[in-house]
């Protein structure tokens, strides 16, 4: 790690596309000239904050390095904690990888937290990144093994062309509102209620106009102002559909002048359901001007990722452009976590009796902590306040320097200058407003005068209202590796770590990403027996339910003689879509060869990937699949075998100024940390 694998950023070379900045970029600026993702006030009425493109984007397009930021991924917070954290990231996570441990969930950054979910306007679709476990191997020795999270950032593709000036939606599915209905989520349209009220606005535009009556389309053959609506009528049928569907009702439109809105602009042509439901989901937002975006919103890619000039460091953050002094390089909302204590880990053993893991108290009732979560690493705290800080941008990617020691790349070389000011971090870390300047987040302020007692009653209510900006202290040029200081305390904390550390056993033990680049033949079981595939490594099979699948409880087929005849159906999902709904888990029970020497196999695809790879229940064997491809077979770390998991390796937040502490914040109960 060196001093900033906590902040470090993973890519893939095995992978279907290159998910890293190349080299070469950093060193030659070759990215985008003009900012293009900005942060502001979402379209969405009191949604907060949203993300915008300044520049119109294709249909099935990456957004913009995006995929080169990693996700941090939380494990068995109920097992360590055991009750609720007081925390926001419960709102903000994504559904984990499902294998790293007995429950995982994915913090996000940058579009995964940042941009806003709408029902039906949506443009943008997510896919989980594979990981990299090489990038600091563990037969190194670095006492950066396990300090930085090995989850590739997760890559969100347009699903239709998104037009500058559009704020970029992305899809939580409607489960998570399900799970907030009691708070505020009952009353937001589903996609169904969109086209429900789009069925009744059909249904009145028939009744009431010279049509062509077409069961799928509207056709607008003479000006709608002829129609014989009124007020009258919609609020009429407005009172009628509400007490059938609540959400469906609320988008009619209760006036003429709304109701002609919504057919005068289309007018002359074919108008389909789906049209008229994305009208009126675009009634549901406030249209944003290309100039109120650029004038009102904050720069998000001012950096990008890279490999980190220092050492060993794997990444780090470049200016995609010139970024002058005294501006902002990236802002940094924040999500607040109340306590340290959160990020306690305890030695874990399997319950006998759920099959899960639970903490051992075998020795001792209340057992102390041997571990923190890797999410500490990502956070901003101080020695004298309890709360952690953690940022929702790309600003995670920023990595350390100071004049107090060198650690070579661009920090030893900014450090050899013989002007103080170009010496150390290029970049440090302010409140938004501070100095009197405006505040882009205008709670920030007004919290910094709260006390710790307040912010908890806040966060209870999930409310955020803490960010930070990240300003240049001097003029960065385009391409240069951008610093902040961590801290003295955090410095110290990584010398410690450095001279206390023990390298792990590389016993059994092969990176999953050499298992994956370089095993191109798999073993059948016969030399399974004699050359094993390493401890820490399962197999999983890409397999999904469509018409033809025979997983049906309800069909009462024997799944145990189950036979699907091709494996051909299941080369769809490359490596770059890592969907773990999509990956069961498997094995290789045989070897085919075909008549032009195509090397194919058969596996037996299980429901579900067990806590030990070497536990198969056949009673939970899904199929028996012929002329599986090898490209659809991958290894994935079994649980709890990853570096993230070993112990001893490097924890501790980032460093607050301690100028930066408001003085109420530390008379609070201090927690010994």
């Given at each position: 790690m060196l001093v900033t694998l906590a902040l470090v950023v993973i890519c893939s070379p095995f992978l279907y596309f290159n998910t890293c900045a190349k080299e070469e970029d950093t060193k030659t600026n070759n990215y985008n000239p003009t900012c293009q993702y900005y942060l502001a006030s979402s379209s969405i009425p009191n949604a907060g904050f949203g993300v915008y493109t300044a520049q119109s984007i294709p249909v099935d397009t990456p957004l913009q390095e995006q995929y080169g930021i990693p996700s941090i991924v939380f494990t068995d917070e109920k097992v360590h904690f055991g009750t609720r954290i007081e925390w926001l990231h419960v709102d903000y996570f994504w559904a984990g990888d499902g294998h790293s441990a007995d429950t995982t969930r994915e913090s996000v950054v940058m579009f995964g937290a940042l941009a806003n979910y709408h029902t039906y306007l949506h443009n943008v679709k997510s896919n989980k990144r594979m990981y990299r476990d090489d990038l600091i191997p563990r037969g190194s020795g670095s006492p950066g093994i396990g300090a930085t999270s090995l989850h590739g950032g997760w890559q969100f593709k347009t699903i239709r062309k998104i037009s500058a000036g559009e704020e970029i939606f992305t899809n939580y599915g409607e489960e998570w509102l399900e799970t907030r209905n009691a708070e505020f989520a009952d009353s937001v349209p589903r996609e169904t209620d969109y086209f429900a009220a789009a069925g009744a606005l059909k249904a009145i535009y028939y009744s009431n106009t010279d049509t062509i009556n077409n069961s799928s389309e509207v056709y607008l053959k003479k000006s709608v102002e002829e129609s014989h609506v009124t007020d009258q009528l919609l609020s009429a049928v407005k009172g009628v559909s509400s007490l059938l569907n609540e959400r469906s009702s609320s988008l009619l439109p209760a006036t003429t002048n709304k109701y002609f809105d919504m057919f005068v602009k289309n007018e002359g042509i074919t108008l389909s359901r789906d049209d008229i439901a994305s009208n009126l989901a675009f009634e549901t937002v406030i249209p944003r001007t290309l100039d109120w975006i650029q004038k009102e919103g904050q720069c998000l890619d001012n950096l990008v990722p890279g490999p980190s000039t220092i050492p060993d460091a794997g990444r780090g953050g470049f200016a995609q452009r010139f970024i002058p002094k005294d501006s902002l390089v990236v802002p940094a909302p924040l999500l607040q976590i109340m306590y340290h204590d959160s990020m306690f880990m305890y030695d874990l053993i399997l319950d006998e009796k759920t099959g899960k893991m639970k903490k051992d108290t075998s020795q001792t009732r209340l057992p102390e902590p041997t571990g923190l979560q890797i999410m500490i690493n990502y956070c901003f705290s101080h020695l004298d306040i309890d709360i952690l800080l953690c940022p929702q941008s790309n600003a995670i990617l920023l990595n350390h320097c100071s004049t107090r020691k060198n650690y070579g790349g661009d920090c030893e070389k900014y450090n050899k200058n013989k002007e103080d000011m170009k010496r150390g971090a290029n970049a440090e870390v302010r409140w938004t407003g501070d100095g009197g300047g405006v505040s882009w987040d205008p709670k920030t302020q007004d919290w910094l005068k709260m006390n710790m007692?307040?912010?908890?009653?806040l966060t209870e209510s999930?409310?955020?209202?803490?960010?930070f900006d990240i300003?240049?202290?001097?003029?960065?040029?385009?391409?240069?590796?951008?610093?902040?200081?961590?801290?003295?305390?955090?410095?110290?904390?990584?010398e410690s770590h450095v001279k206390h550390w023990i390298p792990p056993s590389t016993e059994s033990y092969i990176p999953i990403s050499q298992l994956n680049s370089s095993i191109t033949v798999l073993r059948t079981p016969k030399e399974l027996e004699t050359n094993p595939y390493p401890d820490n490594a399962q197999m999983v099979c890409v397999y999904w339910e469509d018409d033809g699948d025979t997983r049906d409880e309800e069909e009462n087929v024997d799944k145990e003689n189950t036979k699907i005849q091709s494996g051909e159906k299941f080369t769809g999902i490359k490596h770059d879509s890592w969907e773990f709904s999509d990956y069961y888990h498997c094995r290789v029970i045989d070897m085919q060869v075909s008549v032009d020497e195509k090397v194919t196999y058969v596996v037996e695809i299980f429901q579900k990937i067990e806590q030990d790879k070497n536990l198969i229940d056949e009673e939970e064997k899904i199929c028996t699949v012929n002329n599986y491809p090898r490209e659809s077979i991958l290894f994935i770390p079994t649980k709890y075998s990853s570096d993230e998991h070993l112990k001893g390796v490097f924890r501790h937040y980032i460093q607050i100024k301690d100028e930066m502490i408001p003085l109420q914040w530390k008379e609070n109960d201090i927690f010994d940390y």
């Open positions: 007692t307040q912010i908890e009653d999930r409310e955020r209202g803490l960010s300003i240049a202290i001097r003029d960065i040029l385009p391409g240069e590796e951008v610093f902040i200081d961590y801290g003295l305390e955090w410095e110290e904390a990584w």
